[in-house]
């Protein structure tokens, strides 16, 4: 009679651990194939840097009507003005906005403190308040979006920057 | 004293636990060839990203030393267009493709007014029409716009279309 129960229990234990595997290799094939189908493209935007960073050069090297062109002038008054201010809003709204979420373009000076190399953006009338791109905290930072960064130095610790933020 | 395994006699019941360990064996390397096939097996779909670095090339060749080039401004520079940007739009022929399997435009627009100022293309203009339909199995197309000035200080807007096929090597 004992005999007959250990059999049975043992057959048990047989028949589950078939199952298990059969069950993990299933998982393991439906994940698999998850991923394999999301992974298979390389994805779109991931050259677009060069095409930008030509515009925003050309945007830099756009003289004023009294010959100053828009890196002398950021670097002197520190920010966008209105001519400098409406002609980005025209390149790199007009051109780029149905391919980037998020589009700002200003000056920046370097950030000091938890970030040493983050860029603290100077609010513009045209563009606003800098995205948010870093998410900081007591642990440290973490980049929570997608986004491309153009820069140019206009003093120690002063930049002219682009920031598009990908869908 | 006979050990039962399922009502079968020891002899037995050890001819079914090698049946069964093989049968298990069979079953994972089949589950793991399965998934290695399902990775490797289906081609990797570079042709958005061909078709961005052709984008790329072709607006490095627009500007040199970072202002519009001003041959590119000439109607006559359709000729020259491949010749002068270097590419090469000759393909492999091993899948027997029919026809050109890429093409690229360039059009520039004064970009106070956009009135146009010159356009340029190569390569197989047909695939033009696969750029307005959607699918996995038309062409890639990839649009990008450069602003550009020149040594003048006038204005440009400069529209690369590139446009790449290869479907029957990219997607399956």
Redo the contacts between chains.
């Keep these: 009679m004992h005999n007959k129960k250990a059999?049975a229990s043992?057959?048990v234990t047989?028949i589950a651990a078939?199952l298990s595997?059969?069950v993990i290799?299933l998982i393991?094939?439906f994940v698999?194939?998850y991923f394999?189908?999301k992974n298979?493209?390389?994805?779109?935007?991931?050259?677009?840097p060069?095409?930008n960073q030509?515009?925003f050069?050309?945007?830099l090297?756009?003289?004023d009507a009294e010959k100053e062109n828009v890196y002398s002038s950021i670097k002197t008054k520190g920010n966008l003005d209105n001519y400098n201010g409406n002609l980005a809003v025209?390149?790199f709204k007009g051109?780029?906005e149905k391919e980037y979420l998020e589009i700002w373009v200003g000056a920046s000076t370097l950030g000091e403190g938890l970030l040493d190399d983050s860029l603290n953006g100077i609010e513009n009338e045209f563009f606003g308040k800098k995205p948010s791109s870093f998410a900081s905290g007591a642990m440290g930072a973490a980049v929570v979006k997608d986004y491309i960064s153009l820069k140019v130095k206009t003093d120690d610790k002063k930049f002219v920057e682009a920031i598009f933020s990908r869908k | 004293m006979k050990n039962k395994i399922f009502g079968i006699g020891r002899k037995g019941s050890d001819t079914t636990i090698s049946i069964y360990w093989f049968a298990i064996l069979a079953i994972v390397s089949g589950a793991v060839i399965y998934m290695v096939g399902i990775v490797y097996g289906q081609p990797y779909d570079v042709r958005d990203a061909e078709a961005e670095i052709m984008a790329s090339n072709i607006a490095d060749c627009m500007l040199q030393n970072l202002y519009v080039r001003q041959e590119v401004l000439s109607n006559n520079f359709q000729e020259k267009f491949l010749h002068e940007c270097r590419l090469d739009f000759s393909t492999e022929e091993i899948l027997e493709w029919p026809g050109g399997q890429l093409y690229a435009e360039v059009n520039i627009y004064d970009f106070e007014t956009s009135a146009k100022i010159s356009g340029f293309s190569g390569g197989n203009q047909n695939l033009k029409q696969d750029c307005a339909l959607k699918g996995e199995k038309l062409s890639a197309c990839a649009t990008k716009n450069v602003y550009g000035i020149d040594e003048l200080q006038k204005r440009y807007k400069i529209e690369i279309t590139s446009i790449v096929r290869k479907t029957e090597k990219n997607a399956q």
Excluded at chain 1, 42 to 48: A, E, L, M, N, T
């Design positions: 059999q043992e057959g047989w078939t595997i059969i290799l393991s094939v698999t194939s394999a189908s298979k493209e390389v994805p779109p935007g991931f050259f677009s060069n095409i030509k515009s050069l050309s945007w090297l756009t003289e025209k390149i051109m780029y």
